[in-house]
């Protein structure tokens, strides 16, 4: 008898178990944890490995330099990651990407972003009228659409020989 109570309760339990799991709704996969960036943390590491090419405030005065300043952040992390794993080619900026984690990239694009671009300019007149007229076809603003972020940068916040 005590035997067949054990059976009972046994049953009565799996079978809430069973029913209970059944009612319960499937569980929403858990949203990815969104880290928010610290820039803080971006700036020190940027001032550190990148400003004396990058400018002090992504900035660069230098033509060769991309300036980084009011650029789409995703963009920013998109090519640090490119050039850590050697897709986008530049030896230089390999060697400096790689000693990035997704963290620092993330501190540093958001970093970046958040700078004023100053505005340059270009002696060559060709090329001037060739980015103007580029950049009024593809973004009147100068900014590309948020959706392409990542991969379409603004092109007021890149140097013309970057573009050329
Ligand atoms: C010795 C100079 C130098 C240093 C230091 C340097 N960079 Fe660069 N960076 C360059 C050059 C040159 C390019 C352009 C590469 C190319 O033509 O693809 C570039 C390109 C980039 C780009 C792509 C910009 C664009 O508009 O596509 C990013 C992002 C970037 N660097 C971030 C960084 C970060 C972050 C650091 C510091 C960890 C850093 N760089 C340190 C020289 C440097």
Redesign the pocket.
Known sequence: MKLLVTYFFAALLSATALSSHAAAPAAPAAPAKVVKPDLVAGEA??TA??A???GADGNSGTP???K?AQ?HPEY?VK??QEFKAGI?K?A??QG?ASQ?SDADMKN?AFWAASKKIKPGFANDKELVAWVSAFTVAAWPTGKSPPALAATA?MVRA?RCN?LA
Do not use: D, E, G, Y
């Open positions: 590491k940027f490995a990148c004396a090419c990058h060769v330099n991309p980084l650029q920013l090519q640090l986008r530049n230089v900026m400096f990035l540093i940068p890149t970057t």
